[in-house]
């Protein structure tokens, strides 16, 4: 990973009860806790257990200049909306006809986008036989769909890769992008986490569930925005122990969303502050800001 790197844009659509644990994500549970008593604390930090676990689905004139995604699934289409606003935000032009970006990679961290299509597919398979299903719903079954659809929609001619890490998918996602900047295969790399609730067919037969839907777009560069913004300094680090107890700690799935939250708001600063976040037996991803 390169020593820095500079947070220049973000977009996010997050559903009502994960938004509320974002604003504090010092309130995540200790470390050490059963799934059930992490799951029962969530709901206790979240402060209002009736709060939506879905992200709240749009009028579609909201998706105003995304044109041609209709028939994409909804995973594709709040991933591209997300990484529009980033970047938008990093002063990047996107789906520039007659040319591609060939210095902007992709990274996608997720689990679970693909799963839609494959209920959707599997039910017109029920429904109509085998040789009768729609041949546009197979392309969305694949996990890079949303890697791939975003590349080819913005003009992003550089890297486009998925990452499906589990419970660590945004702490991979990120430490790739960084090893990408550093390696010289992009300039630019727009990072998108995508965290969906499966259709009710899978439930039970999946490992990772998301309980709460979030989808975290940041664009990641070698050099600060050349636009109104000049971006926000960053350095990740792997370590294995939090330096003191005061420090800031957020899970896996809280920390795309709290960098982008928080640099959209204006509440962080190069030279502030660290924020820790999970990273499976490899200990802590510190960010650095």
């Known amino acids: 990973m390169p020593q820095f790197i500079y947070l220049n844009g973000c977009g996010y659509y997050m559903a009502p009860s994960f938004a509320a644990i974002v604003e504090r994500p010092d309130s995540r549970p200790p470390a050490g806790n059963s799934d059930e008593d992490s799951d029962e604390n969530s709901a206790e930090d979240s402060g209002d257990g009736a709060l939506s676990s879905r992200i709240e689905d749009e009028p579609e004139e909201a998706a105003g200049g995304l044109k041609g995604l209709k028939r994409h699934s909804r995973a594709v289409r709040l991933a591209c909306r997300a990484i529009r606003e980033a970047l938008q935000m990093a002063s990047i032009p996107g ?25 959707r597919l599997q039910q017109e398979a029920e429904t109509y036989g085998v040789n009768n299903t729609n ?19 913005f003009g992003l001619g550089g890297p486009n890769v998925t990452i499906s890490g589990g419970d660590f998918s945004s702490v991979k996602s990120l430490q790739y992008a960084a090893d990408m900047l550093e390696s010289g295969s992009a300039s630019h790399v727009a990072v998108c986490i995508v965290r969906l609730q499966p259709p009710a067919v899978f439930e039970g037969s999946i490992r990772y569930r998301a309980d709460r839907e979030s989808v975290v777009a940041l664009v990641l560069s070698r050099q600060p925005s050349g636009g109104s913004g000049s971006g926000l300094k ?30 959209r708001n204006g509440e962080l600063s190069s030279g502030t502050s660290v924020i820790y976040a999970d990273a499976g037996p490899e200990g802590l991803l510190a960010v650095e800001f």
Do not use: M, W
């Open 234 to 263: 960053l350095r990740l680090e792997s370590v294995t122990n939090l330096p003191d107890a005061t420090a800031t700690r957020v899970t896996d799935e809280q920390l795309p969303a709290v960098l982008a939250v928080k640099f």
């Open 135 to 153: 041949p546009g719903l197979f392309p969305e079954t694949v996990l890079n769909v949303i890697a791939g659809q975003a590349s080819i929609y």
């Open 95 to 119: 789906h520039d006809l007659g040319g591609k970006r060939n210095d902007i990679g992709v990274v996608v961290g997720t689990n679970d986008a693909n799963l839609e299509a494959i209920d």
